[in-house]
């Protein structure tokens, strides 16, 4: 069962409740491989997330990371904790400031489906797949090669991060009855998202 | 265990928006013949 989150606030509780459904419409057997790799636990909170990774870390008896990596995840909207496997969501990030509810509901899912597809990818991708990671980006649909670039993800980062998005993606269209392979996304991204995380539609 | 990589987390650069990238995101599901208006989790309807 997930870590719940500290309810603090109604806003936060339905975040976390945004979370769960998430969590609720993930494949059977993609959220057994998530247990079989200890990615199933979450929170989400109210503050920056280098902050609170600090705070989890120091909670658990280990060292805190150095000033410039805090600054760095303090800018995330989600981090897949992998030393303490779990993954957080910063329900009060600036950019999610900007947007309605029913925008804030969508992306806090796809936030979350992105993190649990980025730990299945840490998880079991192979230094081959990492090494690949400049083509794969390549090949990727244009807004995801554009966000991933915007971002300044380096090259060792580009398979993580194009893994995790087609995964938010595929979620958002298998919410929406969407089923097999896209048009839309190259034969090896497919074969490789479907080998990291046993996508099965 | 390895160190969290500073970039293990889910950044949009400093120009990009919540609605762009979900903007995206709904071009290439209409591509393919999908509404991509976000309905929150209900079953999809049957067409």
Redesign the interface.
């Given at each position: 069962m997930p870590l719940r989150t500290k309810r603090s606030t109604h806003t936060g509780a339905k975040a976390d409740e945004t979370v769960e459904l998430a969590w609720r419409r993930l494949p059977d057997s993609n959220r057994q491989l998530l247990e079989s790799i200890g990615a199933h636990q979450w929170q989400v909170v109210r503050q920056p997330l280098g902050l609170a990774a600090e705070a989890f870390l120091l909670s658990a008896g280990m060292k805190s990371y150095p000033l410039s990596t805090r600054t760095e995840l303090d800018q995330a909207l989600g981090i897949w904790l992998r030393e303490l496997q779990i993954v957080l969501i910063n329900e009060s990030h600036p950019k999610l400031a900007e947007v309605d509810d029913v925008t804030r509901e969508e992306f806090i899912a796809r936030i979350a489906w992105h993190e649990w597809g980025h730990a299945l990818s840490i998880a079991r991708c192979s230094e081959d797949d990492v090494a690949a990671g400049a083509r794969l980006l390549q090949l990727a649909p244009a807004g995801i090669r554009e966000r991933v670039r915007e971002a300044g993800y380096r090259p060792r980062e580009y398979t993580h991060e194009v893994i995790a998005e087609t995964y938010a993606l595929l979620m958002l269209r298998r919410l929406k009855g969407g089923s097999g392979q896209p048009s839309w996304l190259h034969d090896e991204i497919y074969s490789l998202l479907k080998a990291m995380t046993e996508w099965n539609d | 265990?390895?160190?969290?990589?500073?970039?293990?987390?889910?950044?949009?650069?400093a120009?990009?928006?919540?609605?762009d990238?979900?903007?995206?995101?709904a071009?290439?599901?209409r591509?393919?013949g999908?509404?991509?208006t976000?309905q929150?989790?209900s079953e999809?309807?049957a067409?």
């Open positions: - | 265990m390895e160190r969290l990589n500073v970039r293990d987390g889910y950044v949009l650069g120009n990009q928006r919540v609605e990238i979900l903007a995206a995101d071009e290439l599901l591509s393919e999908i509404d991509p976000w929150g989790f999809p309807q067409s």
